[in-house]
């Protein structure tokens, strides 16, 4: 996956990516990240810091994401629940403790191997591979296709 | 083992471990209109009826009384899936926040395993339960199986001793809680109250204090049964012992009053050092909104006038019942206070009380991220810190009306 970065800071909270007033929204993605005046539109990636995505359990914090176009979060640890509601809907994060990327930057991440190559800087980063078990959740497009597979649901 | 790991390893058939991943049978599932939104279009999807209609709890509270066509026709879809599947515990606009209807329902006993399609489902912890907040899609799957999954948290045990000074309570503690341990401090752990301070507690502070242990990122919470367990379920409950936690820290009541500033829980001074106007005060949520909370009020707002903006909302009907009948809603009405019906709306930021640009909000909830209650700032506090400040037109340390 090719594509630019947005680089944002420590926990940033469901709130601030899909503020309550607009959960029932039909465009979420419209919304995303206003509580934070930001728009995220024209990035494939989110770079951020510590517990991205704290807060609300509200599932609408992952839709709105996908639905602005986001394809993967980058982050150097995530909030329990939003971990969970991202593998269950099949957006990719990755924990990368030591990245370093500026706003736009163009980024080539290989989800396999972990590996993210900065293409605007040249420098290359490792992160933690995503754990078998969600890989295979993402794999399915989310939990309930999954366990549907497996004759579960 | 701690009584988090007990439950699990009683629940799973074997001793549990931390870190590891467990499937797990659970006793009861909550939703509110908020999470229930979603999860029943996933459940539409997979056309089965729900694991166990005797085990389900839905309360209206986030969107109450609606405040859009939209969120009525949820409502009435919602309404319609309660009604073809018998649902047992339905608690329709105007019962209460989910979070209080379940304290005051107790559909569940001590030791229990509880999921809830909301963050703050770890207040049900005072009630000695493991009870951890989801997001939907993991609330659709549980409605279907009765099963979810848990990586098995880390414990901690976290002691608070020494006495409550005046004008601290429950929310001060907390508050303190989450400075010391950072937003992000228990990240994925299961939190074990104890201590001289905790025993000494209500339940209504209980709950207010296990209801804020998400904001340091704790998957659970939990306090021992003790009499006042007992008392509150109105029957006798084994109690069980606990030891061997991954971290211990230990922690003295505040000195002082405490609010968290914006923009971040974590944010904590001393009432005295924050020097702020406000536009709004609100006292209510699913942190404190409960009888003790408006005692409290009631006491500081009885024959004075609210300065600002200020919007009271006890948190269940009962507890409005028990306001009406003890007088405190016609104190709020002469101080100039806007009473309101139970519901989330002010504390999340959907109806009844939204920030205007540049507003500055005191409020009793649990959460001041940027965009929470619409725009501007949030502060947080206990009910005396916020009742004195309506009354002062800006933060003003509740000591002085005590």
Known sequence: ?153 | MSLTHQILSRKTGRNVEPGEIVECNVDFLMMHDGSAFIALKNFGKIGKKVFDRNKIMIVFDHYCPSNSIENSNIHNQIRKFVKNQGIKYFFDCGSGICHQVFAETKPVKPYSVIVGGDSHTTTYGALGVFAVGMGATDITVTLATGKTWFMVPEAYRIVINGRMRKGVYAKDIILDIIKNLGVAGANNSAVEFEGSAVKKLSMDSRLTLCNMVTEAGAMNSIIGVDEKTEKHFGMKIKKIGSNHYGKVFEYESPDEPLVACPHSVGNVKPVREVEAEIDQVFIGSCTNGRYEDMRVAANILRNRKVRVRTIISPASRNIYLRCLKDGFIKIFMQSGAIVLPPSCGPCIGVHNGVLGKDEVCLSTGNRNFKGRMGSGKIYLCSPATAASSAVNGEITDPRRYL
């Not at chain 1, 970065?5 to 007033?21: K, Y």
């Not at chain 1, 176009?69 to 990755?94: D, E, H, M, Q, T």
């Not at chain 1, 754990?131 to 597979?149: C, D, H, T, V």
């Open chain 1, 1 to 153: 996956m090719k594509g630019s970065a947005i680089v944002l800071g420590d926990n940033i909270s469901t709130d601030e990516i899909i503020p309550g007033r607009f959960c029932r929204s039909p465009n979420l993605g419209e919304h995303c990240l206003e509580g934070l005046n930001i728009s995220i539109k024209k990035y494939m990636f989110i770079v951020a810091g510590e517990n991205f995505g704290c807060g609300s359990s509200r599932e609408q914090a992952v839709l709105a994401l996908k639905n602005a176009g986001i394809k993967c979060i980058i982050s150097k640890s995530f909030a329990r629940i939003f971990y969970r509601n991202a593998v269950n809907n099949a957006l990719l994060l990755l924990k990368c403790e030591n990245i370093n990327v500026k706003n736009n930057d163009v980024l080539d991440v290989t989800i396999r191997t972990a590996k993210i190559k900065n293409l605007s800087t040249g420098v290359c980063f490792q992160a933690e591979e995503i754990p078998n078990f969600a890989m295979k959740i993402i794999r399915s497009g989310g939990i309930i296709k999954y366990y549907k597979e497996l004759g579960v649901l």
